[in-house]
């Protein structure tokens, strides 16, 4: 089993819509996770830290389920400029990484 | 901008070769952790620097290698460059090592192998 997993996608939504995808993971010990934004050949950049439950800022909700170890990203009222990959990684001191979920908002 | 800076920006090598990449920590920044990313992938895990010594590494053979300096800025070393070598390169600073520290990536060093 992959130390992280996420649904690869690709989510096509309209502008203004809500779009939702999950990461699941293996350690059940792991506690710190991470949602991170990468455009097409660039570098990953840090969207959200999630500790406890869950985190919220602005558009983007995270959301911890630990006892099914699964953590979600929730942006609502999407812009055509969140168009991106989403990558999950959980951090056991070195970060894993999951495939990425890759969302496109279309006009 | 995150502060951490890599370069070069690109490269071109052939099999066999011998390849450096440096990266620069943020300011204040005491860890270096260093990943490969294949088209289509997530990151994967090459190793850390903490304070000038190896603190953990991930499944790459010992051809991989690297160094911290001093001043925390830090070089991958790969040797007897093979194909599958092809990838981004991406390095990630952070205030310390441990969890709950934010690693903030550079803008990557794309290597292709022919």
């Known amino acids: 089993r992959k130390e992280v997993e996420q649904d690869p996608g690709p989510f096509n939504v309209p502008e203004g819509a809500t779009v939702a995808f999950n990461c699941t993971y293996s350690?059940?010990?792991?506690?710190?996770f991470f949602w991170y934004r990468q455009d097409c050949r660039k570098e990953p950049k840090l969207l959200m830290s999630v500790y406890s439950s869950g985190n919220e800022d602005g558009r983007f909700t995270a959301q911890l389920n630990r006892a099914s170890q699964y953590i979600s990203l929730l942006i609502r009222d999407s812009k055509l400029s969140d168009s991106a990959t989403y990558l999950c990684a959980v951090d056991d001191y070195k970060l894993s990484f999951g495939a990425g979920t890759t969302v496109t908002v279309r006009a | 901008e995150t502060g951490v800076t890599q370069s070069p920006t690109h490269l071109i090598k052939t099999r066999g070769q011998q390849v450096t990449l440096r990266c620069s920590s943020q300011s204040g920044h005491n860890t270096v952790s260093w990943y490969q990313q294949a088209l289509g992938q997530g990151p994967q895990f090459i190793f850390q620097?903490?304070?000038?010594?190896?603190?953990g590494r991930g499944n790459f053979p010992p051809r991989f290698s690297g160094l911290q300096f001093p001043n925390y800025s830090s070089e991958l070393n790969v040797n007897a460059l093979e194909l599958d070598d092809s990838a981004l390169y991406l390095c990630a600073s952070s205030l310390d090592a441990g969890g709950k520290n934010e690693q903030f990536f550079g803008p990557g060093t794309r290597l292709t192998v022919l």
């Open positions: 620097y903490y304070r000038e010594e190896e603190n």
């Open positions: 350690n059940s010990a792991s506690q710190s």
